[in-house]
């Protein structure tokens, strides 16, 4: 079997998103497949802290330690290629790295680097390619980058922001990078189309993504994320008869699309529709609406109670979505998903059998489906059973690895041509 050198330079853990629970898992089946994976994550308590470890994980994590100074395009590539070679192995897989990501790939070109993008960090210093309520065609790679330089300067004006990141703003990470990758140079552009084709393939998470990513490299995969269908796993549903939708996520960003499902939701109740919201969120929400409730943040080991004490989950999301893990984990849990229409989400959801998908942005679309269910139980009770189904069938983590994973970690000698 293989030993495979994962290197993430935004990682900790417990997570704060899908992309870190997405590469954990990775490491955990390739482990009981048999493979030798080792985490290289960068140690740094600046800003944004990255390589923070508050609980164990089943396998090897080697933290390489970084100041502020020497996090940069010229020393941490070559920091990462000394700590690896001292592991040597046969595969490299590069996950999130935000404007270092392709001087790594260049300084593991020997070993034809798996690279993935799990979100836009290379084309957006929002990471999101959302601005003023609608979804952003420029990205920073592009041929007219004036709308990113007018999202730089509204975001990190350049001598104030100096300034911050010298007093250790944690928001000012993504401009650190930015300033210490030379993104912000017209030669990036150009690097980044040649060391991008030192990887031997290129993992995307959408459509979307994939198109972003063709011009810079000829084999880009699709590949979908996965869920833990043992942690997130149907119980028994209460039977009072009250109807509890669920909304989980980041709500405090505008592209999330809270304030387009309490449109939605708002109408409904106007109706005379009884019902029950449950926002789960890191940050509490203006709360206007006596039908909704925030619960705060749920621990990932509790959050299957989330999912399982709500009848149907909404993922009103109006920019595009790099996966949709909320979607993913709700099905897992046998509650059905009605989804706005972008990023991974259709095809996540099975429009009609494990729940709805809506016009993204289209707040009179997402009240006739949630409606639907509303009127329906049974029919939201049959979509439960085949969201859990589909989950089992599509996104368990085994199945993911072995059609996905696997064969890119065979034939060593192939990797080392």
Not at 26 to 43: S, T
Not at 77 to 84: A, G
Not at 251 to 259: C, D
Not at 327 to 342: N, Q, R
Request: net charge positive; with cysteine; hydrophobic share 40%.
């Amino acid at each position: 079997m293989a030993k495979i050198a994962i290197v993430d330079l935004c990682f900790n853990w417990p997570p704060v998103g899908g992309s870190w629970v997405d590469i954990k898992n990775i490491a955990v089946h390739l482990r009981i497949c048999g493979h030798e994976p080792v985490l290289f994550v960068p140690l740094l308590d600046y800003g944004f802290a990255r390589g923070r470890l508050e609980a164990p994980l089943p396998f090897p994590v080697k933290q390489i330690p970084f100041s502020r100074y020497s996090y940069n395009f010229l020393a941490a590539p070559r920091r990462f290629k000394r700590e690896i070679e001292a592991f040597g192995p046969d595969f490299v897989f590069i996950a999130d790295g935000y404007f270092l990501k392709p001087f790594l790939v260049h300084a593991l070109r020997e070993y034809s680097p798996i690279v993935r993008f799990y979100a836009y960090e290379i084309f957006c210093i929002q990471n999101n390619r959302f601005r003023d309520g609608r979804n952003c065609r420029s990205d920073l790679l592009g041929a007219d980058r004036a709308v990113c330089r007018e999202c730089r300067r509204n975001l990190f004006p350049l001598l104030p922001g100096v300034v911050k990141l010298l007093k250790n703003r944690p928001q000012y990470f993504v401009f650190h990078e930015y300033l210490t990758s030379l993104a912000f140079l017209p030669v990036y552009r150009r690097l980044f189309r040649r060391f991008l084709k030192e990887a031997r393939k290129v993992i995307a998470y959408n459509a979307v993504q994939k198109n972003l990513l063709r011009e810079y490299h000829p084999d880009i995969m699709l590949v979908p994320s996965g869920v833990d269908t043992d942690l997130f796993a149907p119980v028994r549903r209460r039977s009072d008869g009250a109807f509890t939708i669920g909304l989980a996520g980041r709500f405090y960003e505008e592209g999330k699309g809270l304030s387009l499902a309490l449109e939605a939701l708002r109408a409904l109740h106007s109706e005379g529709h009884q019902f029950e919201v449950l926002v789960a969120s890191p940050q509490e929400i203006e709360r206007r609406d006596e039908f909704v409730r925030y619960c705060g943040w749920y621990d990932r080991e509790k959050l299957p109670d989330f999912y399982n004490s709500c009848d149907l989950v909404i993922v009103p999301s109006i920019w595009e979505e790099p996966y949709g893990i909320t979607a993913v984990e709700a099905l897992s849990c046998g509650t059905p998903v009605v989804a706005s229409s972008c990023g991974a989400l259709p095809t996540i959801v099975d429009e009609g059998e494990t729940g709805y998908i809506f016009p993204r942005g289209n707040a009179g679309a997402l009240a006739d489906r949630v409606r639907n269910l509303l009127e329906n139980p049974e029919l939201a009770r049959r979509m439960g059973n085949a969201a859990r189904e589909k989950a089992r069938r599509e996104f368990r983590w085994d199945v993911i690895i072995e059609k996905y994973y696997l064969p890119l970690f065979e034939n060593t000698d192939k990797n080392h041509e």
